[in-house]
């Protein structure tokens, strides 16, 4: 069993915006005990067209009713997830904000003993 490191993206093309940031947080976290994935709250197909490769180069969780985003109780997209092995949830950080991504990211390496990416404005 291996904690998430979720990156929750819009389901429309603004979504490539933040590539470059879930980029560096799967380059810093894709080697500790965690998962790092995609979720994104549309249909599979329209994830694909939003991703492009990246669909088939990381793990990629579709969620078209949007029910993990209401169980977390995220209203603002995109959002960065921490969720603990044993499935409670650790961190959240809604809508890009650095200082509050920071925050949950700095909470992800605190609990894999790992490096934190570090985010700018952007």
């Known amino acids: 069993m291996f904690q998430l490191?979720?990156?929750?993206?819009p389901d429309e093309m603004e979504a490539t915006k933040y590539f470059p940031i879930a980029d560096?947080?799967?380059?810093?976290?894709?080697?500790?005990d965690c998962r790092t994935a995609f979720v994104v709250?549309?249909?599979?197909?329209?994830?694909?067209?939003?991703?492009?490769?990246r669909a088939d180069e990381v793990m990629t969780f579709v969620d078209p009713e949007r029910s993990l985003m209401?169980?977390?109780?995220?209203?603002?997209?995109?959002?960065?997830?921490?969720?603990?092995?044993?499935?409670?949830?650790?961190?959240?950080?809604?809508?890009?904000n650095p200082t509050e991504w920071q925050r949950v990211a700095n909470s992800?390496?605190?609990?894999?003993?790992?490096?934190?990416?570090?985010?700018?404005?952007?």
């Open 41 to 53: 709250p549309t249909t599979s197909a329209i994830a694909r067209r939003i991703l492009g490769k």
């Open 24 to 32: 560096e947080i799967f380059k810093v976290l894709g080697d500790a």
């Open 70 to 96: 209401a169980g977390l109780g995220i209203t603002s997209l995109p959002a960065l997830v921490h969720i603990r092995q044993d499935t409670s949830v650790g961190e959240v950080a809604e809508g890009w």
């Open 5 to 9: 490191c979720l990156v929750i993206l």
């Open 108 to 122: 992800i390496a605190k609990a894999m003993a790992w490096s934190a990416p570090e985010f700018k404005d952007s």
